[in-house]
């Protein structure tokens, strides 16, 4: 599976479940309030605004809490202030990890963050340190009930896609970062359902895991994923099907 994670795939699994937990809506919350402060609160002007929002909407999130968060990120509501940190590091076995976060107090996130890490056997790393296993890519994802994999294929190469990947019940639509969401919509308007649409951290090369380290891995990661402030998470692991099954 070249230039993809099972995390990617691990991480739509586990969506669902998420989103009964709020997990989703925080985050999602979150990157609209700060896409608003940083860009304004145009959507048509404002480009990481609209794909926040569009994502909020394929997750469901409600209008009204759209509306809130883009509020609060232009100072029309008070609101909290955020920043934006990536962090570094590594997990069992020597897999590379980035977490993109937004905190409003980022001391404590990075000490939950490193609790974490050297609690599945892994460590922060310094910035760059892990940067070079990924290429930022954007990737859009769509339930494979939404149509025929041929035909999607060839709309999806037609919209401008670099590349597609079939894979359990998601097929991944990979894009230059720039033309992301061009071709989500071109996507949409074709009437595919569209689950998501980000920029993401793609491996160069994946980290085979076995065994504890693969356990270890799969629930590091898991805790990470849960962790509010974690906006976006990325790694370069990868396990057979026989250890998600264990999970």
Same mark, same amino acid.
């Given at each position: 599976?070249?230039?993809?994670?099972?995390?990617?795939?691990?991480?739509?699994?586990?969506?669902?479940?998420?989103?009964?937990?709020?997990?989703?809506?925080?985050?999602?919350?979150?990157?609209?309030?700060?896409?608003?402060?940083?860009?304004?609160?145009?959507?048509?002007?404002?480009?990481?605004?609209?794909?926040? #929002?569009?994502?909020?909407?394929?997750?469901?999130?409600?209008?009204?809490?759209?509306?809130?968060?883009?509020? &609060?990120?232009?100072?029309?509501?008070?609101?909290?202030?955020?920043?934006?940190?990536?962090?570094?590091?590594?997990?069992?076995?020597?897999?590379?990890?980035?977490?993109?976060?937004?905190?409003?107090?980022?001391?404590?996130? #990075?000490?939950?963050?490193?609790?974490?890490?050297?609690?599945?056997?892994?460590?922060?790393?310094?910035?760059?340190?892990? /940067?070079? #296993?990924?290429?930022? &890519?954007?990737?859009?994802?769509?339930?494979?009930?939404?149509?025929?994999?041929?035909?999607?294929?060839?709309?999806?190469?037609?919209?401008?896609?670099?590349?597609?990947?079939?894979?359990?019940?998601?097929?991944?639509?990979?894009?230059?970062?720039?033309?992301?969401?061009?071709?989500?919509?071109?996507?949409?308007?074709?009437?595919?359902?569209?689950?998501?649409?980000?920029?993401?951290?793609?491996? &160069?090369?994946?980290?085979?895991?076995?065994?504890?380290?693969?356990?270890?891995?799969?629930?590091?990661?898991? /805790?990470?994923?849960?962790?509010?402030?974690?906006? &976006?998470?990325?790694?370069?692991?990868?396990?057979?099907?026989?250890?998600?099954?264990?999970?």
């Amino acid at each position: 599976m070249s230039g993809h994670s099972k995390w990617a795939n691990i991480k739509h699994r586990k969506g669902a479940q998420d989103a009964k937990r709020g997990k989703i809506f925080t985050k999602i919350i979150k990157e609209i309030t700060v896409a608003a402060r940083l860009g304004g609160g145009d959507v048509d002007a404002n480009p990481r605004l609209r794909k926040a #929002v569009s994502n909020g909407k394929s997750n469901n999130l409600p209008i009204d809490n759209i509306t809130r968060a883009i509020k &609060k990120g232009t100072g029309e509501l008070e609101g909290v202030s955020y920043e934006e940190v990536t962090y570094e590091g590594y997990g069992p076995g020597g897999m590379a990890i980035m977490m993109d976060i937004i905190t409003d107090n980022k001391n404590r996130t #990075v000490a939950e963050i490193r609790h974490l890490l050297s609690k599945y056997g892994g460590n922060l790393g310094e910035n760059g340190s892990v /940067a070079w #296993v990924f290429d930022k &890519k954007g990737q859009i994802i769509i339930n494979s009930h939404s149509g025929d994999e041929d035909v999607i294929l060839e709309a999806a190469l037609e919209a401008g896609a670099d590349d597609f990947e079939a894979d359990d019940d998601i097929f991944t639509i990979t894009t230059d970062p720039v033309s992301l969401m061009d071709v989500r919509d071109a996507l949409e308007n074709s009437g595919y359902e569209i689950r998501s649409a980000e920029i993401e951290m793609v491996p &160069k090369t994946l980290q085979k895991l076995e065994g504890k380290e693969a356990q270890s891995a799969l629930k590091l990661m898991d /805790a990470l994923e849960d962790n509010d402030d974690i906006s &976006k998470l990325f790694s370069n692991f990868d396990v057979d099907e026989e250890t998600l099954l264990q999970d």
